[in-house]
């Protein structure tokens, strides 16, 4: 009962910006947390970035410092402020975010279709 739609990839050249943008819209119980992930080398996706409902973030190691987390609750929207974009950064990136559908559901991870970032060198 929830869509995750996101928005804002593109190609861009090293040590250029983007910002990311997933919305959720559906009928739903409640929103937790909301991250970004990305395919990566391997068959499992990577955690990027997550931040809680209460605001508290978290990074991989190798974006601290460049990537940056927030929500808008009242447009339950999740963005990621991407600076100083390396081409490892290359890939498509997913918005996730934890739902609860109904008051007697549990919650549920949800994902977005994937927007692609490039960054060339």
């Known amino acids: 009962q929830v869509q995750l739609v996101e928005s804002g990839g593109g190609s861009v050249q090293t040590g250029g910006s983007l910002t990311l943008s997933c919305v959720a819209s559906?009928?739903?119980?409640?929103?937790?947390?909301m991250g970004w992930y990305r395919q990566g080398p391997r068959p499992a996706r990577e955690l990027v970035a997550t931040?809680?409902?209460?605001?508290?973030?978290t990074y991989a190691d190798s974006v601290k410092g460049r990537f940056i987390i927030w929500t808008d609750n009242a447009k339950n929207t999740v963005y990621l402020q991407m600076n100083q974009l390396e081409p490892d950064d290359t890939d498509v990136y997913y918005c996730?975010?934890?739902?609860?559908?109904?008051?007697?559901?549990?919650?549920?991870?949800?994902w977005g279709q994937g927007t692609q970032v490039a960054v060339s060198s």
């Open positions: 559906g009928n739903f119980f409640h929103i937790g947390a």
């Open positions: 931040i809680t409902a209460g605001g508290t973030t």
């Open positions: 996730n975010a934890g739902v609860r559908p109904t008051e007697k559901m549990s919650y549920s991870l949800f």
